[in-house]
């Protein structure tokens, strides 16, 4: 899992009750689960552009009926994505998948 450094001085005026470590993890956890909420955006995105709505809704809803996941958490857990795609495309998902890693990556790039 990538670690996200901010460097920002934390005023005690902000949040005078928690303690630097807390702080710190908090904001972690918060740019993690935004990273991954833009990420798994990105995923829906490619996947109704390419194929559709409802294709896109049996996808997730095989997601969450064989390994209990919904989005954004299958961004973190990849494979998982890649196994119920192969289900349903086969080596199809490759191209698929290519589209998906391509959109994040434009997407990061346009943040930077």
Do not use: W
């Not at 993890?25 to 829906?44: G, K």
């Amino acid at each position: 899992m990538d670690v996200i450094k901010i460097n920002y001085i934390k005023s005690d005026l902000e949040f005078p009750n928690l303690a630097d470590g807390v702080y710190t993890l908090y904001f972690n956890y918060f740019f993690m689960i935004r990273r991954d909420a833009l990420l798994a955006e990105s995923v829906r995105t490619v996947i109704k552009d390419n194929l559709s709505e409802k294709a896109l809704k049996k996808i997730e809803n095989r997601l969450y009926e064989k390994y209990h996941m919904s989005s954004p958490a299958y961004v973190s857990e990849f494979p998982k994505l890649d196994d119920v795609l192969r289900e349903y495309f086969g080596e199809g998902a490759e191209n698929l998948e290519k589209k998906i890693m391509e959109h994040m990556l434009a997407l990061e790039k346009s943040k930077t």
